[in-house]
């Protein structure tokens, strides 16, 4: 599961869902945190994903 964090100052928009500044999410499906990877919030500094190491 990922991690989101809004560094932004600024609620982030994303589909259906809404990110308060400073807000964090964890437990974000990986799937659909791999989609954001590329987003324009994460090529500005402004969503910061983390992915957590998968147990052997």
């Known amino acids: 599961m990922a991690t989101l964090t809004n ?3 600024h609620p ?3 589909s259906d869902l809404t ?3 400073g807000e964090v999410l964890e437990d974000f499906d990986d799937k659909d945190a ?3 990877k ?3 919030f994460v090529k ?3 969503l910061k ?3 957590k ?3 052997k």
């Open 53 to 55: 190491a998968k147990a």
């Open 7 to 9: 560094t932004s100052v």
């Open 34 to 36: 791999e989609k954001l």
């Open 12 to 14: 982030l928009v994303l």
């Open 44 to 46: 500005a500094g402004w």
């Open 19 to 21: 990110i308060q500044p």
């Open 38 to 40: 590329d987003s324009l």
């Open 49 to 51: 994903i983390e992915f």
